[in-house]
């Protein structure tokens, strides 16, 4: 199971190009050796919000060099100029439904042990279900996200932080 940030990456939509091409080559090499590749309805949601907030965050950028205003987040991505955007996006959320495994979270989760977890500040609540789908499958996930240090799972990444410390 392929993290939000990693799917970012390998779809071209981080500016920053901080994330190593690596994921992209990871994927490909996982795909060739018959590996499933899952992707789960909270990787789907958190991947289309970021992808338009990091869309949205450039045009906010060119607003304000230009001194204009600019709306709000969720009325921007009703306009015409974020049409295609957000087009990209729904075909790219798409294709990847149609070629790797969607599996919906609907498992039973103890939300109550969830939401006091979530009060330790360590995950999110999208990378504590995403922990909880992976040790319930037994997947393996592949992540440049830092938080994930710990939380018992197999994890394959290229971030030098997160590799020292499993270390």
């Not at 994921?23 to 590749?37: F, M, V």
């Not at 045009?59 to 015409?80: D, G, M, P, T, V």
């Not at 037994?138 to 440049?144: F, I, L």
Request: glycine share 2%; with cysteine; aromatic share 12%.
């Amino acid at each position: 199971m392929l993290d939000t940030n990693v799917w970012i990456s390998i779809n071209g939509f981080d500016p920053r190009s901080r994330t190593p091409a690596c994921y992209s080559d990871y994927l490909k090499s996982a795909i060739d050796q018959d590996n499933e590749i899952i992707i789960n309805d909270y990787i789907m949601a958190e991947f289309f919000n970021r992808c338009c907030r990091i869309e949205y965050m450039l045009h906010e950028n060119n607003y304000r060099q230009k001194k204009q205003k600019i709306a709000h987040l969720k009325e921007f991505r009703k306009q015409e100029e974020f049409r295609d955007f957000m087009e990209t996006m729904r075909d790219t959320c798409l294709h990847m439904i149609e070629d790797y495994t969607y599996e919906a979270v609907n498992g039973q989760l103890n939300i109550e042990a969830l939401v006091h977890e979530l009060s330790e500040g360590h995950l999110d609540f999208g990378d504590l279900v995403i922990r909880e789908h992976c040790i319930a499958n037994d997947y393996a996930v592949v992540t440049h996200d830092f938080d994930f240090f710990g939380c018992q799972l197999d994890i394959v990444t290229a971030n030098n932080k997160l590799l020292r410390a499993n270390n």
